[in-house]
């Protein structure tokens, strides 16, 4: 695989009224998780990749994530949740089973 292990950070903001994951300032969750990543050596092929994505569709569970290749999604509400993303699912390969939707 080009990539170990790919991160998308659902950033879509509504104008409706409805939940979105924007309302829980994902674009600072994919900030965070980005700068840590490269802070570590940990992105770029062979490695993790951290990506901003549009609506992933699960607008109520949010704010929320999705690691590939395994399709484990979470929701988050910390840096303290984000770190252990960081470390145990894109570091270590175990997913955080306590944050999982």
């Not at 092929?45 to 607008?59: D, F, I, Q």
Request: proline share 4%; hydrophobic share 30%.
């Amino acid at each position: 695989m080009y990539y170990q292990r790919q991160i998308f950070f659902c950033t879509n903001k509504t104008d409706n009224g409805k939940a979105c994951c924007q309302d829980h300032d994902a674009v600072d969750a994919w900030t965070y998780v980005k700068g840590e990543m490269q802070g570590r050596g940990l992105i770029g092929p062979g490695a993790v990749r951290v990506t901003r994505s549009g609506c992933l569709g699960r607008c109520a569970e949010g704010p929320v994530a999705v690691v590939y290749p395994e399709g484990v999604w979470y929701s988050y509400s910390s840096q303290d949740d984000l770190d252990e993303i960081i470390d145990g699912h894109l570091v270590k390969g175990d997913p955080v089973d306590r944050l999982k939707i």
